[in-house]
């Protein structure tokens, strides 16, 4: 079965930097795209990045972009999120998300359960 | 900048029936959006229901219908259960940006 594992979250102090995972097993990574979502505390959801089956193509929400960057190692079978310049605003539970369909990223398919960041001094 | 509007929120009787809208500032939502409908319970992950507008997951139960309603993307719920009380979110697509909606909290009561 499809699983989404991330890992990397934790308590970190503005403006500092932190990398966030997410091992997949189940399907063949490298014929799929993922996407990072976010979820503020008692907020809803927010999508921050996809990333296509390659790693050829990256896309950012602008409330990250030139601070966030997401890549991939199909190698690995993991997904990564490097998180720079942080903010309080950054803190949430930061989801990857499957796409369903090979190539194309539009629809979103399994979650994982999440990793908390909280940005704080 | 895109925003996506959903009803704050909705109530609904056991056995009834409920539409959840999904609104873009940039105009009438079509398929070209690529309307993408999850749902989320407390202290869970959200889980995906709808994609491409109208086509079910092998796991979203039968009463969940997606469709374009008025120039917007629709969730419709058909003999609301109380286990489907949760929140509702939309996901439109905008070429190379995504935007959720705010989410509708769905009371069944």
């Known amino acids: 079965q499809v699983q989404l594992v991330e890992s990397g979250g934790g308590v970190v102090q503005p403006g500092r930097s932190l990398r966030l995972s997410c091992e997949v097993s189940?399907?063949?990574?490298?014929?799929?795209?993922m996407h990072w979502v976010r979820q503020a505390p008692g907020k809803g959801l927010e999508w921050v990045a996809v990333?296509?089956?390659?790693?050829?193509?990256?896309y950012y929400a602008d409330s990250v972009k030139g601070r966030f960057t997401i890549s991939r190692d199909n190698s690995k079978n993991t997904l990564y999120l490097q998180m720079d310049s942080l903010r309080a605003e950054d803190t949430a539970v930061y989801y990857c998300?499957?796409?369903?369909?090979?190539?194309?990223?539009?629809?979103?398919?399994?979650w994982g359960q999440g990793t908390l960041v909280t940005v704080s001094s | 900048q895109t925003v996506v509007t959903q009803e704050p929120s909705l109530t609904v009787s056991p056995g009834g029936t409920v539409t959840l809208t999904c609104a873009s500032s940039?105009?009438?939502?079509?398929?070209?959006?690529?309307p993408n409908w999850f749902q989320q319970k407390p202290g869970q992950a959200p889980r995906a229901l709808i994609y491409?507008?109208?086509n079910k997951h092998s796991w979203t139960p039968a009463r969940f219908s997606g469709s374009l309603l008025g120039g917007k993307a629709a969730l419709t719920l058909s003999g609301v259960q109380p286990e489907d009380e949760a929140d509702y979110y939309c996901?439109?697509?905008?070429?190379?940006?995504?935007?959720f909606g705010g989410g509708t909290k769905l009371t069944v009561l």
């Open positions: 996901l439109l697509y905008y070429g190379d940006t995504w935007v």
């Open positions: 491409t507008t109208s």
């Open positions: 990333i296509s089956y390659d790693g050829s193509n990256k």
């Open positions: 998300a499957k796409v369903k369909e090979i190539v194309v990223v539009t629809t979103i398919e399994y």
């Open positions: 940039t105009g009438a939502v079509t398929s070209g959006y690529y």
């Open positions: 189940g399907f063949t990574f490298s014929d799929y795209g």
